[in-house]
């Protein structure tokens, strides 16, 4: 693996870092009722999760231009182990306690109840609309005629991760349902129904790739085709595994706790909220 150093992207993830420590370093001093165990657990899931999005965006950066199945691996880590892992971590609290007290106060008057963003996120964040979004996003991004431009232009290259990034984020923010939860608690019945959804999605994306007979993207060389087969075996086997993950998890929280309420909670801390 061949790390490119990216200040852009060395500095943004770094920001998110730090954002994350500072702020609950922050809570941990002014709440000392907030358990310890539990604030560890989520400053690991953060920095676990910043540093998948390292590796993505930075390791396999350009091995993606030159391997299918890298750029696979790329796109995965972004999908599957970065973004939820932040998810669970729930920076909200963490991210808003960073920030100076004027801008925190801002942005907790934005996510207020009946807030335009507060609605918005409320409509984006609904199953159906998530999934869609999701689904529209992996495939559009799938077309060879917009993966081969992402290839050859950077700034594209770019979009197409902050697009997947987005698009992770609302997928998976109905399942982990992190800070600040907009729509009421799904069933745990339509969460297991969701998630087998994006399970199908990603086999029949992945089946597609594996199957061609015929390199569909430009990626040069003789090992193209089989390039393009591992990459589609690994969306499918990749993607189904950590969907199927997530349904055992909602499975056993019901199955274990008795409760009706979706199984994204597995961090069960006190919630820290900003000031008003």
């Known amino acids: 693996m061949t790390w490119t150093w990216r200040p852009d992207v060395v500095l943004a993830l770094a920001l998110l870092a730090l954002a994350y420590v500072a702020g609950w370093t922050r809570l941990a001093r002014r709440s000392p009722a907030l358990r310890r ?3 560890c657990a989520r400053l690991a899931l953060a920095l676990g999760g910043v540093g998948a999005l390292a ?10 231009h030159a391997s299918f199945s890298a750029h696979m691996a790329q796109h995965l880590l972004v999908l599957l182990v970065g973004v939820p892992a932040i998810l669970l971590a729930d920076p909200l609290a963490a991210v808003l306690w960073a920030l100076p007290e004027r801008a925190r106060r801002a942005a907790g008057h ?6 335009p963003a507060r609605r918005a996120w409320r409509v984006l964040t ?8 999701h689904a529209l996003v992996l495939g559009l991004w799938h077309l060879p005629a917009a993966y081969d431009a992402a290839l050859a232009r950077g700034w594209l290259h770019d979009l197409e991760h902050l697009a997947f990034a987005g698009a992770a984020t609302l997928f998976w923010w109905p399942v ?17 129904a969701y998630l087998l959804l994006g399970a199908f999605q990603s086999a029949a994306l992945g089946l597609w790739l594996a199957r061609a007979p015929r390199a569909l993207y430009g990626y040069a060389g003789a090992g193209a085709l089989e390039d393009q087969a591992w990459g589609g075996v690994l969306m499918w086997g990749a993607g189904g595994a950590v969907d199927m993950l997530a349904v ?12 009706r309420a979706p199984a994204a909670r597995f961090l069960d801390a006190p919630r820290p909220v900003s000031e008003n």
């Not at 609904?126 to 979004?133: F, G, L, N, S």
């Not at 982990?176 to 297991?192: G, L, M």
């Open 37 to 39: 165990p539990a604030l």
């Open 248 to 259: 055992l998890l909602v499975v056993y929280r019901v199955l274990s706790l008795g409760e």
């Open 110 to 115: 934005a996510l207020t109840a009946g807030a």
């Open 126 to 133: 609904a199953m159906p609309v998530a999934w869609t979004i």
């Open 176 to 192: 982990i349902r992190p800070a600040p939860r907009a729509q009421p608690a799904p069933h745990p019945a339509w969460t297991v």
């Open 55 to 64: 590796v993505a965006l930075l390791g396999l950066h350009e091995a993606a």
